[in-house]
């Protein structure tokens, strides 16, 4: 008998049995061919059908002399004719650099996807070099199977610092990239430090994605963090601004409370800025507009860092659901973590997902499956996601769910992607010493 011990980082994939179904259901966990520890694989994930993107940020590229630290990969998986998730391409760019954490985020339409790498340095040619400038690269499946780079994108303005790509947003032939560290407003002036701005990219018709327009706050603030986090849905979109310090009509100063901003396109087809945003209940380190989601005229915000003052509790976090109706914004409902305890910092909403009348976010848990303790001791930042569905009285907490192997600092959640009846859950800090029992000879996972 052999005993062999390794370290996993691992992705799971959850399951509900039909398309409006409130109950999910772990079905698969899974990890890379080439699994290593701190590659950090789960910090971003992306579902669209039969394909799963999954990044791992901090892996190193040991074909280099020396070795490329933190270069990143992103894996493609696809689902077989048994539903189950293989992994089929690991992908990195010919031009990926040491520090560029290739896969920081990812966006899947169909058969295109989007990796943003905000730390890279070069532009579509592989040169001009400028310090964190950001880019964007388009992969496209071909018919034979094979996901294959169809385009690098940068910004029309690219300078060092920019952040490009720190957020992207796909949906069919527009995508939005957030680049929250810019300096410059929409008119490439007005020099403040991290304002942030976002970008809106067509597809023309030879399959070229093209700038179409870039936007920043009308109040912008240096600092505020304008494209932390975009989104979009039909002709509407929002941008978060986490570290935003003024209210809807730009007084009362709370800092990094935080704001969302609202755009819609206007009969010249430009995206304009119809509203800002602030929680009700806005206060002091809050980071509204840390992630945020748009699905026809329902909107989801979070503010992973708003403290629980009813249990004294830092750093619990806050979900928010808003309705847009008649060119009005309305707050609907907000919701804490539905198992929040006195001294466990649950972050809740430090990743989130909307679809149709469901909603999912993340948050680390400090308990097990039944919402208790184990043997009197918090599974400190094990982490959990929990399902929202909405019906005629709103929005509604449902459920939810944590790892099968739940332990301590797991991070269960900090990454979900929701696609009709499947989530993908990203778990980037399971770490821990799995030891297996095989028999020899021949071991079986």
């Known amino acids: 008998m052999k005993k062999v011990c390794k370290k996993f980082l691992f992705l799971f994939l959850f399951f509900s049995q039909g398309l409006f179904a409130q109950s999910y259901t772990e079905t698969q966990k899974t990890v890379p061919t080439d699994r290593n520890k701190v590659n950090h694989f789960g910090q971003a994930v992306a579902l669209f059908g039969p394909y799963a993107a999954i990044a791992a ?34 992908i990195r760019p010919t031009d990926a650099k040491a520090q560029d954490n290739f896969g920081h985020s990812l966006s899947l339409w169909k058969n295109v996807l989007m990796v943003g790498v905000p730390q890279h340095a070069f532009d579509d040619t592989s040169g001009n070099r400028q310090s964190l400038a950001g880019a964007v690269y388009c992969y496209v499946r071909s018919d034979s199977g094979r996901w294959n780079l ?58 070229m994605w093209v700038q179409s327009q870039k936007i920043s706050a009308s109040d912008r603030k240096a600092n505020a963090r304008f494209g932390y986090a975009v989104d979009f849905s039909g002709k509407h979109a929002l941008v978060g601004a986490p570290w935003e310090t003024t209210d809807t009509v730009g007084s009362s100063i709370l800092r990094e409370s935080g704001a969302v901003y ?7 087809q430009s995206w304009t800025e119809l ?51 008649n060119n009005v914004i309305t707050e609907t409902k907000s919701f804490y973590a539905s198992d929040i305890v006195s001294n466990c910092r649950t972050y809740y909403g430090l990743s989130l997902d909307i679809e149709n009348n469901r909603a999912t976010v993340s948050s680390l848990s400090c308990l097990d499956s039944n919402g208790n303790t184990i043997n009197g001791f918090q599974l400190l930042n094990a982490g959990a996601f ?7 009285s709103g929005w509604n907490y449902s459920h939810s769910r944590v790892a099968s192997d739940q332990a301590a ?35 079986r996972d």
């Open 409 to 443: 600092r797991d991070s269960f959640g900090v990454a979900v992607s929701m696609h009709r009846n499947m989530i993908l859950v990203g778990a980037p800090h399971e770490d821990h010493d799995t030891c297996l029992l095989y028999t020899s000879p021949s071991p």
């Open 57 to 90: 940020p901090l892996q190193n590229d040991s074909s280099k002399i020396p070795v490329a630290n933190a270069v990143g990969a992103v894996y493609l998986f696809e689902q077989d004719s048994s539903d189950n998730w293989i992994q089929v391409q690991k």
């Open 386 to 392: 929990e399902i929202y569905t909405k019906d005629s």
């Open 150 to 207: 169809a385009q690098k994108i940068v910004a029309n303005d690219r300078r060092a610092g920019q952040s490009f790509g720190w957020d992207v947003a796909l949906k069919g032939k527009r995508m939005m990239v957030g680049a929250y560290t810019d300096n410059r407003d929409a008119k490439r002036r007005n020099n403040l430090l991290a304002a942030g701005s976002a970008y809106f990219f067509e597809q023309d018709s030879s399959g």
């Open 262 to 268: 609202f755009y819609g396109k206007d009969t010249s």
């Open 275 to 325: 509203h800002k945003i602030t929680a009700s209940d806005r206060a002091i380190d809050d980071q509204f507009g840390y992630d945020v989601g748009l699905f026809n005229d329902q909107l989801i915000v979070s503010s992973p860092f708003k403290r629980n003052i009813s249990i004294g509790t830092d750093r619990a976090g806050k979900l928010y659901f808003l309705s847009y109706k």
